[in-house]
C-alpha cells in the first residue's frame, strides 16, 4: 500500500487583515505544496 496524497490541517489566524488561512499537501514523489489564503474582514 502506497501513500499518494497528503493532506495536513488546515491553520487558520485571525489578524487585523482578515482571516489566514495555512494549507499544506503533500505527494509520492515528495512534493510539498503550500498555499497561504487571506480572506478580508
Do not use: H, Q, Y
Not at 2 to 20: D, H, L, Q, S, Y
Amino acid at each position: 500500500l502506497a501513500v499518494r496524497c497528503v493532506k495536513f490541517r488546515p491553520i487558520v489566524t485571525n489578524t487585523e487583515m482578515g482571516t489566514e488561512i495555512l494549507l499544506a499537501s503533500g505527494d509520492a514523489a515528495g512534493n510539498l505544496r503550500v498555499w497561504r489564503l487571506t480572506a478580508p474582514k
